[in-house]
């Protein structure tokens, strides 16, 4: 059975930093591909990162960029999203979600969701 | 704004069948291999179509997608109670190197 869990959420003060984890199982980590999506609260999905099997391709929504560092340890089956200068409207629920195998970029599996909240 | 366009909702009655579009404000639509995840309230995401109209494996054939190069849809025929949720259609935009989202659609069955 695919499991992804998420952890490392919570509250932080804005122009601080926190690193999710995703902690994945029951499939060949090393062979997919593997996103962050996260959500505000009561908005929209919105698409965060994504980093290839290898590690060798890695994209970022433009508000991300030169903020959130996305990476993963094959050997340890896990994906990580190094987030800092965080700022209010990076409040949301973070997953971590499998990209499947096919032509359009799915996102065949998700984690529960870890909550991050950037509040003074 | 999203690049991808979803009406705020759509509402129907038990067993009938609903509509959800998804269109693209980039003309890119035809390019696009949509997806299309169901959302309960306080669940993750999952997905219901891939690649405009494929289903994975133990979604039910109520749920069908389709692309016609100007807009995709969703339909949901048999409309149950448990069918009520948000519904987002996403796409990897090549000219953006993102995943695109809409803005989601909430379904309310009568």
């Known amino acids: 059975e695919v499991q992804l869990v998420e952890s490392g959420g919570g509250l932080v003060k804005p122009g601080g930093s926190l690193r999710l984890s995703c902690a994945a199982s029951g499939f060949n980590f090393h062979s997919y591909t593997m996103n962050w999506v996260r959500q505000a609260p009561g908005k929209g999905l919105e698409w965060v990162s994504s980093i290839s099997s290898s590690s060798n391709h890695i994209y970022y929504a433009n508000s991300m960029k030169g903020r959130f560092t996305i990476s993963r340890d094959n050997a340890k089956n896990s994906l990580h999203l190094q987030m800092n200068s965080l700022r209010a409207e990076d409040t949301g629920v973070y997953y971590c979600a499998r990209d499947g195998a096919a032509a359009g970029r799915e996102f065949d599996f998700w984690g529960q969701g870890t909550l991050v909240t950037v509040s003074s | 704004q999203s690049v991808l366009t979803q009406p705020p909702s759509v509402s129907a009655a038990p067993g009938q069948k609903v509509t959800i579009s998804c269109s693209a404000s980039n003309s890119h639509m035809g390019n696009y291999f949509v997806s299309w995840y169901q959302q309960a309230p306080e669940t993750a995401p999952k997905l219901l179509i891939y690649d405009n109209s494929k289903r994975p494996s133990g979604i039910p054939d109520r749920f069908s997608g389709s692309n016609s190069g100007t807009s995709a849809t969703l339909d949901i025929t048999g409309l149950q109670t448990g069918d009520e949720a948000d519904y987002y259609c996403?796409?990897?935009?090549?000219?953006?190197?993102?995943?695109?989202f809409g803005g989601g659609t909430k379904l309310t069955v009568l």
């Open positions: 996403g796409a990897w935009d090549s000219s953006l190197s993102a995943v695109v």
